[in-house]
């Protein structure tokens, strides 16, 4: 079954779609084999959340946004699995930000690396960076530890989806300001975010394009008051309590 061939109105679509397009990742190349594990886990923790964008989700997401278009030098880092699922979305968010788009790998080949930026290229990315990897993130022994200097290296606001908790305490020690898509509130990437956005990747990004567009004739004083309104530990709590006793 293609995607196109997906019924819209059947009760698990986007379940069913974020499946495909990671089974589909697989095959192309594009998605490890322990992505489809991780979008199990993830698919878990959305269904928990009764698979909708929570409003603790939806303020983070515009908090995010604005910390985007704040920034001198954002960056957006893709995996696999981001590259599968919301390749389109990524290159509109980049656009609409003024960002750069990253390919990073824990299982990081030659083949997967090009797979990827020519996946992107093809749903629309001008420039994809990540395959120079001439710098490098101190404290990680793991191939996700490569960057380009000239991209996450340089980058002031990263935007990391589906992280690994290590690279993002890295990142951060750094010094950058983390913005984090994770369904699990609990999770170290979410808890080390300075904008946690605990909601499904195929919700989170268009999302967040959608409040950037909004929000990109204020004032940079403007900006940054919806950025400080925003109380992370107050959004993973939120999360936290929909997941356990479904409050919304």
Known sequence: ???????EDHPRYQSLLTRHRIEEGVENGITSKQGLIAEGRGEAFDYLLGEETIPSADEAARAAAAQLLLADHPVLSVNGNVAALVAAEIVDLAAAVDADIEVNLFNRTEERMKAIADHLREHGADEVKGLTADGRIPNLSHERAKVDADGIGAADVVVVPLEDGDRAEALADLGKT???IDLNPLSR??????????DNIIRAVPNMTEHAVDLRE????ELTEVVAAFDADAALADAEAAIRRGER
């Open 1 to 7: 079954m293609s995607e196109i061939d997906l019924p």
């Open 218 to 221: 204020l004032t940079p004083a």
């Open 189 to 198: 990437s979410a808890q080390t975010a300075a904008i946690p956005v605990v």
């Open 178 to 180: 983390e913005i984090v």
